[in-house]
């Protein structure tokens, strides 16, 4: 009879617990996984989330799993997953944070390689800051019409053909694209380092954010080295998003690059970002994609690919004076197959950007280096972005190359030439020569007007190279340095010569040559 009082006391009791519990938790504000895999989890709950917020798991004091809302279905919505997710699994409780995917801003930044998670992945400690840290959302209009300037200012490149026949001003955006192992990076890293030269010889300064979308971690390693062996991680931001990494941060990784530019552009400074591949970057939204069965289009990529690219492309930049004018500057790459340009995902880059910079494998093969094909190549922004005295030099290095392809062509067929056509060709061909240029070696601007306008004025029409022509060059920009250091300075400040300026050029360069 105890036994049975004691139990009706029991359930009593339970039955007032029953009736007196409440959930803390707003069903709103909170999901449970209940699918899960390659990255992409299903949740139930969430019913408030809007598309691109980010989410929370297993969380373990600082130690927490982040997500982003991918897609809203009617009964669950699609959370992709950035780490822990070899401990996710069905009946993870998940929660809504309010706020979109953000990433840590500011200089404090310059020097690392950082994850899309705004974490160091170098090694060398946790960001250091004495200003309270602030953080960007990684998607963000792009800026109007009116507070938008015309591109008017040069990128300096250092690579001779690029800045000569292909100029990349501040605010453009600008495709490189080719085959694997043509160059593409090489181009990039050397763009990079000749800003410390620019900023040296007191030109347009420009903070460079290099994004390595799907890379090993061993080259991301190797371009690190060669950047700060070069000093120039002193005004470089790294993100890195390896191959071994999940399909999200190969995603997101291009979004984040760009936030980190605007915050240079937002305070009047000049920014590039290199996106090293896009390729890869339409492969993982593809993949992200066909995961949540999106129904795929060309390629099996999802139609609204072009809308991804443009959106972020569009936020390329040269802001107007009265918003600070400040830059963002974008070089996405493209890898081809075969050679094919035709390809969905070039076609769609090349119909977005201002101009293409195509790179031939065979060129390369043939020892043309940068192997850049100049048929291929263009800037829509042409001599806009071009200081004058490149604008001389450009102009009349156009003409001389376009007359020595039509020579010869017209000398395969024709045996017999006179002097003046011999003499066109072979200064085209040696036109052409002062085009190669060593790896990570980028060409100051003086010494590359100097160098050009030796070309084009036939100079060097009697010089019989017999060494590399980088060779050449560093006697002639060395002779330069030690003799006629007004020159380059002179060159370097006014970016233009007038007539008496063109004589004194000359005059140092056959000077050169008689003790060549």
Same mark, same amino acid.
């Given at each position: ?14 039955? &007032? ?12 504000? #909170? ?49 992709? @997953?950035?780490?822990? @997710?070899?401990?996710?699994? %069905? ?50 209009? %792009? ?45 990039? +890293? ?21 994004? %390595?979308?799907? $890379? ?32 999200? !941060? ?6 984040? =690059? ?33 995961? !949540? ?12 690919? #072009?809308? @991804? ?16 004018? =400040? ?39 043939? =020892? ?79 010494? !590359? ?12 029409? $009697?010089?019989? +190279? ?5 060779? #050449?060059?560093? &006697? ?41």
């Amino acid at each position: 009879m105890s036994d049975f009082k004691d139990y009706e006391l029991f359930i009593d009791s339970l039955s &007032k617990q029953i009736n007196n519990f409440s959930l803390n938790l707003n069903p709103k504000e #909170f999901g449970v996984i209940i699918e899960v895999g390659d990255g992409l989890a299903k949740v139930v709950g969430l019913d408030e989330v809007c598309l691109g917020e980010v989410v929370y798991y297993l969380k373990d004091g600082d130690d927490v799993g982040i997500g982003m809302v991918m897609g809203i279905e009617p009964n669950f919505v699609h959370v992709m @997953l950035f780490n822990k @997710l070899d401990l996710v699994c %069905a009946g993870v409780e998940v929660f809504s944070t309010k706020h979109h995917f953000r990433i840590p801003v500011g200089k404090h930044v310059l020097g690392r390689v950082i994850n899309v998670l705004g974490q160091p992945v170098d090694g060398a400690g946790a960001l250091v800051t004495d200003e309270t840290l602030e953080y960007r959302e990684i998607e963000a209009m %792009a800026p109007g019409i009116m507070d938008r300037s015309s591109v008017c200012e040069p990128l300096q490149t250092g690579i001779k053909i690029i800045d000569a026949l292909i100029p990349i001003g501040l605010g453009q955006k600008q495709l490189i694209l080719g085959d694997r192992q043509s160059g593409k990076t090489a181009l990039a +890293i050397d763009t990079i380092l000749n800003q410390k030269a620019v900023k040296d010889a007191g030109g347009k300064f420009t903070y460079c954010i290099y994004v %390595a979308i799907g $890379k090993k971690t061993s080259d991301i390693a190797k371009i690190y080295e060669l950047l700060r062996r070069n000093g120039a991680m002193e005004y470089t931001i790294i993100i890195a998003s390896t191959a071994s990494d999940p399909t999200s !941060m190969q995603y997101v990784a291009p979004m984040c =690059g760009a936030a980190l530019a605007e915050y240079f552009r937002d305070k009047g400074e000049a920014a590039l970002v290199i996106f090293d591949d896009l390729t890869k970057h339409a492969d993982a939204y593809r993949e992200i994609s066909l995961l !949540m069965r999106r129904t795929p289009a060309r390629g099996a990529y999802p139609g609204d690919i #072009f809308y @991804l690219h443009s959106r972020l492309l569009e936020r390329a930049v040269k802001m107007h004076e009265k918003k600070g004018g =400040g830059s963002v500057t974008m070089l996405p790459m493209i890898e081809t197959q075969a050679g094919d340009v035709s390809d969905y995902i070039p076609t769609n880059v090349i119909s977005i950007t201002d101009g293409q910079v195509y790179l031939d494998k065979q060129l390369f093969f043939d =020892g043309q280096k940068p192997a850049i094909d100049i048929g291929l190549s263009v800037s829509r922004i042409g001599s806009a972005a071009q200081y004058k005295a490149m604008k001389k030099i450009a102009g009349r290095l156009k003409g001389e190359l376009a007359q020595s392809r039509e020579l010869e062509s017209f000398a395969r067929t024709v045996s017999d030439l006179d002097p003046e056509t011999m003499k066109m060709l072979v200064r085209g061909r040696l036109l052409r020569e002062l085009f190669k240029q060593s790896l990570n070696r980028p060409i100051g601007f003086a010494n !590359m007007i100097i160098i050009l306008f030796a070309g084009i004025k036939g100079l060097l029409d $009697k010089v019989k +190279i017999s060494e590399p022509i980088s060779d #050449f060059e560093a &006697k002639l920009f060395t002779y330069f340095s030690e003799k006629h250091q007004d020159i380059i300075e002179f060159l370097n400040t006014e970016h233009s010569f007038d007539d008496a300026m063109e004589e004194r050029i000359s005059a140092a360069i056959k000077s050169f040559l008689e003790t060549y």
